[in-house]
């Protein structure tokens, strides 16, 4: 069984920067994508960010390219997604997901393992 964990959110100015961690336990090997996904309230879940763990490919929702960088510890089987000049519709509940293959990484129809959530708030 696989467990992942979020942790970094929390409240920033825009402006502002936070560092997400996604620690993952228990069965990893079959693990080759890992995303972040947010959702907002009353908004759909969205794909911010997917790495694929063997080749370090990443990629990158339009609306955070430039500002979002998702990268990985792969011997701490630990995925960060670093956000910098945060925005106030930046404001959700955070996500980490593992897949095991992925059409579209950015898409969460293929992701079987997802943490509880991380909040992140940002004030203008």
């Known amino acids: 069984q696989l467990q992942l964990m979020e942790s970094g959110g929390g409240s920033v100015q825009a402006g502002g920067s936070l560092r997400l961690s996604c620690p993952a336990s228990?069965?990893?090997?079959?693990?080759?994508?890992v995303g972040w996904f947010r959702q907002a309230p009353g908004k759909q879940r969205e794909g911010v960010a997917a790495?694929?763990?063997?080749?370090?490919?990443?990629y990158d929702a339009d609306s955070v390219k430039g500002r979002f960088t998702i990268s990985q510890d792969y011997a701490k089987n630990t995925v960060y997604l670093q956000m910098n000049s945060l925005k106030p519709e930046d404001t959700a509940m955070y996500y980490c997901?593992?897949?095991?293959?992925?059409?579209?990484?950015?898409?969460?129809?293929?992701?079987?393992?997802w943490g509880r959530g991380t909040q992140v708030t940002v004030s203008s």
């Open positions: 228990g069965y990893t090997a079959h693990v080759e994508y």
């Open positions: 997901a593992a897949a095991r293959a992925a059409w579209y990484p950015l898409k969460n129809q293929d992701y079987t393992s």
């Open positions: 790495i694929h763990r063997s080749s370090s490919r990443t």
